[in-house]
């Protein structure tokens, strides 16, 4: 992303929280992921559609 408070035109790495919630969820840190891909493998995965190419499903 581009922040649009850091000087200069380069993106900046920003992070974000995710909240997974369900019966079958273990709790626990997630950690740091590598990719927002993450999050729509998990979505993949959760709705039964085919794998994506990019990031590793969180459930």
């Given at each position: 992303g581009c922040d649009p408070s850091w000087t200069g035109t380069d993106h900046t790495r920003e992070?974000?929280?995710?909240?997974?919630?369900g019966p079958k969820?273990?709790?626990?840190?997630l950690g740091h992921?590598?990719?927002f891909a993450?999050?729509?493998?998990?979505?993949?995965?959760?709705f039964g559609?085919?794998?994506?190419?990019?990031?590793?499903n969180m459930l």
């Open positions: 992070h974000i929280p995710v909240l997974i919630y969820v273990k709790p626990g840190s992921r590598e990719t993450d999050i729509g493998q998990t979505l993949a995965t959760y559609t085919s794998p994506m190419d990019y990031g590793k």
